[in-house]
């Protein structure tokens, strides 16, 4: 089976840009995957990088989250990784982490915690598919996506964990006619996948199962513009136009007696620099 662009549906792959020095490549777990997830391979690297495996490890193989390879470079260059599903059908879904080691690397962040649940809440997942980087899953209280790591989201999907989850959802997709999708129950998955149409809206609201004292707080990340919060029993997500790509997505509950803290100013969302992800260069026609 054939992807887009004659890639293997099978497989992603990407092009990380590496800096001069030592940097390591880790294989991070996904809080919210679920069975095998894929094996990741570094399978071509520009001059004057050499790739490090752990002693006993295949050469530029990561199988499992977890494992690192460390990348020694002379000059800045790239490196082009592929992720191969475990097994036919299982997920693509993986984090890999690109960081500079030494004295300039940045500090490890602090483990998060997951917010403690409001009274007659239940856990879930929030799953989304995200341009470039396939299926994403953060627990509630969690950013997919977000300020740090905006990523355009083509469609979502929220699912209990354990129970049944009283809330419903619609979404706005970008594109010539588009509009509010029909509302969708929790469990089932609302937008695009695989065609450019990222998310320019969110709804959410509690169906009539859902305890009394209970509020949704929803947070959306939109594209060169500030944090959007609301909260309430429905809530809605917009950007400033019709414009403006949803890139990062936070939802909980919360009690509807609490009160409404202020949130911080923050600023504007940007695409982020540090890595990118390019398509596979394509090869040149030859001159007639």
């Given at each position: 089976m054939r992807g887009?662009?004659?890639?293997?549906?099978?497989?992603?792959?990407?092009?990380l840009k590496v800096e001069r020095g030592l940097s390591s490549l880790t294989y991070r777990a996904d809080a919210g995957s679920l069975g095998d997830g894929p094996v990741a391979e570094v399978v071509a690297v520009s001059p004057g990088l050499r790739l490090v495996s752990a002693p006993g490890e295949p050469d530029a193989l990561l199988r499992t989250p977890g494992r690192v390879l460390v990348i020694a470079a002379d000059?800045?260059?790239?490196?082009?990784?592929?992720?191969?599903?475990?097994?036919?059908?299982?997920?693509l879904a993986a984090t890999?982490?690109?960081t500079r080691m030494g004295a300039e690397a940045e500090p490890s962040p602090e483990p998060r915690l997951r917010p403690s649940l409001a009274e007659g809440?239940?856990?879930f997942l929030l799953r989304a598919h995200v341009s470039l980087r396939g299926d994403l899953a953060a627990p509630r209280g969690h950013w997919i996506c977000g300020p740090d790591a905006p990523g355009r989201i083509e469609g979502l999907e929220m699912r209990?964990?354990?129970?049944?989850?009283?809330?419903?959802?619609?979404?706005?997709?970008?594109?010539?006619?588009?509009?509010?999708?029909?509302?969708?129950?929790a469990g089932a998955y609302?937008?695009?996948r695989g065609k450019a149409l990222p998310l320019i809206g969110l709804r959410a609201r509690l169906t009539a199962a859902a305890a009394p004292g209970l509020a949704l707080r929803a947070d959306g990340a939109f594209l060169g513009a500030s944090l959007?919060?609301?909260?309430?029993?429905?809530?809605?997500?917009?950007?400033?136009?019709?414009?403006?790509?949803?890139v990062g997505l936070r939802l909980d509950f919360v009690s509807a007696l609490e009160p409404v803290a202020g949130s911080p100013s923050m600023p504007p969302v940007?695409?982020?620099?540090?890595?990118?992800?390019f398509r596979r260069p394509q090869p040149e026609r030859e001159a007639a």
């Open positions: 887009p662009l004659g890639v293997d549906a099978s497989e992603r792959r990407a092009i000059q800045p260059g790239t490196i082009e990784v592929v992720l191969r599903a475990a097994r036919a059908g299982a997920t890999l982490e690109l809440g239940v856990e209990a964990v354990g129970e049944d989850l009283p809330i419903e959802y619609q979404v706005a997709v970008a594109g010539r006619g588009a509009g509010w999708s029909n509302w969708t129950p609302a937008g695009t959007v919060t609301r909260r309430g029993r429905d809530v809605e997500l917009l950007g400033p136009t019709p414009l403006d790509p949803l940007r695409q982020p620099s540090r890595l990118r992800v």
